[in-house]
């Protein structure tokens, strides 16, 4: 049987490791999108060889989300069964300092792919996956977001995604694509950036398991998300484009913890019990035992407009598919602080 080819942009990215890899595990022929950078040793590329090692097929391609001849080129080179769009500008934050830079990516660059999708005349034999996001629903109308819940963008990386949600929608209506939205809401692991704020927390709580004593600066603590493990999310991916026609799924856990909270999980796996001590920009995180500060609050990482609490309703994508998250918070932590443990003790 002729083997299923995906294209993923963003596959030097969290998700584009765990999906490459889950799809590689499938037999599929994987071609990937990548940026050229001075630096060309990415870990996450260098791990996914490893997989290749034992009979995957992976090949990458240059190219950039705001180069739509780079897009037609490696369209024309890897005729793709599977179009996941992971490539975004994706930190919230940095997208207050670069708002024309993230619409160009995150939402011109999804019209960029569509038309070169409609225009080589690949809409029927090409299925796309968009990576939509939580971010979109912003200050909630309602608890928990599910489909159908409205967006009320916070951040021009929200409005961005907002608009991309949007185009995929209309070319599925408009000239009948298989385009679907995943509208993913936070997922983690220990290929996760180290500025998001779970993987800087755990890299603090490994760092100091190692001996550092340096304070984790952290912004908000009250914020809460519902976070999961990116290994499951990126089985939903997949799974929806193996339905008959494109539609828009959530995908979550339906369990939504604060920053603090995170953070008393990350460093109780290293030993420490977390006490909370002060309010507003005086509030300490100490170590119950010896009374050390461990975490203090810099208004620096605070956002000009925040999303306080975000929680998802997975059940469209459990009764359509099946999906549900196997990995629980426990267990994702505590493998992203021993991964980032380790990794010190290799590299001091
Ligand atoms: P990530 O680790 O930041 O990866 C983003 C990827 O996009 C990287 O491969 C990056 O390449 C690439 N990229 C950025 N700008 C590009 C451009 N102009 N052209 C081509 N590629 C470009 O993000 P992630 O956590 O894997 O998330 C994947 C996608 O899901 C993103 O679209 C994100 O917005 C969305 N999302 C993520 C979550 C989550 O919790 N992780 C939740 C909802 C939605 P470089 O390596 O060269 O920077
Ligand atoms: O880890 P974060 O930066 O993730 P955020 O903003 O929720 O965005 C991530 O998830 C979205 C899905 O909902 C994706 F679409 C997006 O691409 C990205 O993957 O921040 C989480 C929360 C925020 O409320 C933030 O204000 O943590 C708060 N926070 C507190 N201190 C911090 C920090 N965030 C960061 N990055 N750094 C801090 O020091």
Redesign the pocket.
């Known amino acids: 049987m002729r083997r299923r080819v995906a294209l993923i ?8 490791f765990y999906l490459a890899r889950h799809l590689l595990s499938e037999g599929y022929q994987v071609h990937g ?3 050229r ?1 001075s630096f060309n040793g ?1 870990d996450r590329l260098q791990n996914l060889s490893d997989t290749l090692n034992e009979g995957g097929s992976l090949t990458l391609h240059h ?4 180069d739509q001849a780079s897009l037609i080129r490696v369209l024309q080179e890897s005729k793709p069964d599977e179009i996941y ?7 919230v934050q940095v997208s207050f300092e670069k708002p024309a830079y993230t619409t160009a ?2 939402a011109l ?1 999804v019209v960029h792919l569509l038309e070169a999708v409609r225009l080589l005349g690949l809409a029927e034999q090409t299925r796309l996956y968009q ?5 979109m629903y912003g200050v909630a109308e309602s608890s928990p977001q599910s489909e159908t819940t409205p967006f009320r963008p916070r951040s021009p ?1 929200a409005a961005a ?1 907002v608009f991309a949600h949007h185009i995929m929608v209309n070319y599925r209506e408009a000239y009948g694509f298989h385009a679907s939205n995943g509208i ?5 692991g220990p290929e ?2 180290e500025t998001f704020v779970s993987r800087k927390i755990t890299l603090a709580a490994a760092a100091r398991r190692l001996g550092d004593k340096s304070v984790l600066m952290l912004g908000n603590l009250s914020a809460s998300r519902d976070w999961g493990h ?1 290994a499951d999310f990126v089985v939903g991916m997949q799974q929806m484009l193996q339905q008959p026609h494109g539609d828009d799924y959530v995908l979550a856990t339906g369990v939504a913890r604060s920053v603090r909270q995170f953070a008393e999980a990350a460093f109780r796996v290293t030993g420490i019990d977390l006490a909370w001590e002060g309010e507003g920009l005086d509030e300490r995180g100490v170590d119950r035992k010896s009374g050390a500060v461990i975490i203090a609050v810099d208004p620096r990482h605070f956002r000009p407009s925040e999303v306080q609490a975000l929680i998802g309703d997975a059940s469209k994508a459990k009764e359509a598919f099946g999906w549900e998250p196997r990995i629980s918070f426990e267990e994702m932590v505590r493998e992203m602080v021993e991964s980032d443990t380790a990794r010190m003790r290799k590299e001091p």
């Not at 942009?9 to 584009?16: F, R």
């Not at 190219?63 to 705001?66: K, L, R």
């Not at 990576?131 to 971010?135: C, K, L, N, P, Q």
């Open positions: 942009t963003g596959i030097t990215g969290q998700d584009g999108l990548r940026r950078t990415s190219g950039d989300m705001t769009n992971l490539a975004a500008q994706s930190h990516v995150n660059g990576a939509s996001t939580s971010e990386y995604k993913c809401f936070n997922h983690e996760r950036g990116a």
